[in-house]
């Protein structure tokens, strides 16, 4: 059985203008009945003071039982993209709800909707319902900046018939709407290693010079002849058919700093009052235009934290930071979109942790991409420990990574690549696949 939310009254009930004016008024007319004994103007002078008391008790008794439901179209938007709020708001009360206005909740740096008044809601129909006792209210509502968002509860302003005093009510409540960031679309035909399908087989062809893609098992019932492997069968004296094995999707993977380790308490509280900070969000836009790149093309990408190499940016996310189609750039999008400002790393790798990075024996190496903000020296140290388990190895820094760091990751082979704002991102991709000489002027 549905039993409607209890509705929040989110402000005391306050006196309208003409609420107000005719308080005044009724004081006015006592002051001068007492000074003047006039007692005639004594009843207009009560009259005058308790008829708006009266209204405002009278809005407060005034109840609304609402169902609010509502929807997004689409539910999740790419940043300074827009959106669709449909909110159906049913009575759930057998008399008419009418004389109420309406406006949504939306948070800070959001620019909701204009107050309007709420058409007339019929009474509540539970046997033949005719659709009188709901209305749909509709708006459009622009997303500047990634991150999920809470629209609602749905306010409502309830005011007595002659308009004399007023209470807000909060009905329902709030809605997640998840905002990704942008995605920059990246040259496709590139010389890297990352846009090469075959790098895993090249870098295992590498590594065991002497394997060939096929294995030998024992024959079955109804293995056609054809696949026989008379050199396994002569070596093991037993009948031996090929059988190709199975290779994994290639796999890249992305670092991201996530935590600014480089800048100071006073800078990062600095910049959560003053709202997003653009290097992280640049950085985020990054990682997300590396991550569709890849995923479209078959790869399996993990997105992992600078400080922490082994845990995914999303602490607790599914999979641990490892996505994979289909239905891995949505996740991939949305767990970047999850995202929190930046702040100090809680925990900082282990030097048993970072030897674990290292590359085992016989162990073939997959692209790397580290996107660096602000990190501190021993983040650097961390992405020179994992420089050999990365081929290739290429590190895109904003405009706040230091000297050193940049030092140290270019000593151990890194390829850096400068990004100083979004309209870069798609030229700083197609600037890994210039060789050293041909570097354009601006890079590093």
């Known amino acids: 059985m549905f039993r409607p939310r209890p509705v929040r009254v989110s402000a005391w009930p306050r006196l309208t203008r003409r609420g107000g004016s005719l308080m005044i008024v009724g004081v006015l007319l006592l002051a001068v009945s007492l000074w003047f004994d006039l007692r005639d103007v004594v009843l207009l002078a009560f009259v005058g003071i308790a008829t708006p008391l009266a209204a405002a008790v009278f809005v407060v008794v005034r109840n609304p039982r609402l169902a609010v439901t509502r929807g997004f179209a689409p539910a999740v938007v790419a940043a300074g993209g827009w959106t669709r709020v449909a909110i159906v ?16 909740t939306v948070p800070e740096g959001l ?6 008044i709420l058409p007339a809601i019929g009474p509540y129909e539970g046997v033949l319902p005719s659709g009188d006792d709901t209305v749909r209210l509709e ?8 991150g999920v968002y809470s629209i609602g509860p749905l306010r409502i302003g309830v005011a007595d018939p002659f308009g004399l005093a007023r209470i807000d009510r909060e009905v329902g409540t709030g809605h997640e ?14 010389g890297s290693a990352a846009s090469i399908d075959g790098v895993v087989h090249g870098l295992r062809r590498r590594t065991h010079p002497n394997s060939d893609e096929l294995i030998a098992r024992e024959y079955r019932y109804g293995d056609p002849l054809r696949r026989v492997n008379w050199a396994a069968t002569a070596r093991r004296g037993e009948l031996m058919v090929r059988e190709e094995e199975q290779r994994g999707d290639p796999e890249a993977r992305i670092l991201l700093d996530t935590t600014l380790s480089g800048r100071s308490e006073a800078s990062l509280r600095r910049d959560d009052d003053e709202g997003a900070h653009f290097g992280f969000e640049l950085g985020i836009e990054i990682a997300a235009s590396i991550g569709m790149h890849l995923l479209e093309r078959g790869f399996r990408v993990r997105c992992t934290q600078v400080a922490d190499p082994e845990r995914g940016v999303i602490p607790g996310a599914a999979f641990g930071g490892a996505y994979r189609t289909p239905g891995g750039d949505r996740m991939l999008l949305e767990d970047l979109a999850r995202l929190d400002r930046p702040g100090r790393a809680a925990w900082h790798g282990t030097g048993a942790a970072q030897s674990d990075a290292h590359p085992r024996a016989r162990e073939a190496r997959s692209p790397g991409f580290a996107v660096l ?12 420990a994992l420089r050999p388990s ?9 405009d706040g990574v230091s000297r050193l760091v940049l030092d140290l990751i270019e000593d151990a082979d890194w390829r850096v690549v400068r990004v100083r704002r979004p309209a870069e991102i798609g030229e700083a991709w197609s600037g890994i696949a210039t060789t050293p000489r041909e570097r354009p002027a601006h890079a590093p």
Not at 177 to 190: E, F, G, K, Q
Not at 373 to 384: G, H
């Open 373 to 384: 903000v602000d990190p501190d020296e021993q983040d650097a140290r961390a992405l020179v």
């Open 390 to 398: 990365f081929e290739p190895a290429v590190a895109f820094a904003t």
């Open 177 to 190: 709407v998840v905002v990704t960031p942008r995605v920059t679309p990246l040259d496709a035909a590139l």
């Open 111 to 116: 620019m909701g909707p204009a107050e309007s």
């Open 89 to 104: 708001v049913k009575n759930r009360a057998r008399r008419t709800f009418d004389g109420a206005h309406w406006r949504d």
């Open 139 to 146: 708006y459009r509502l622009r997303m500047p900046r990634r």
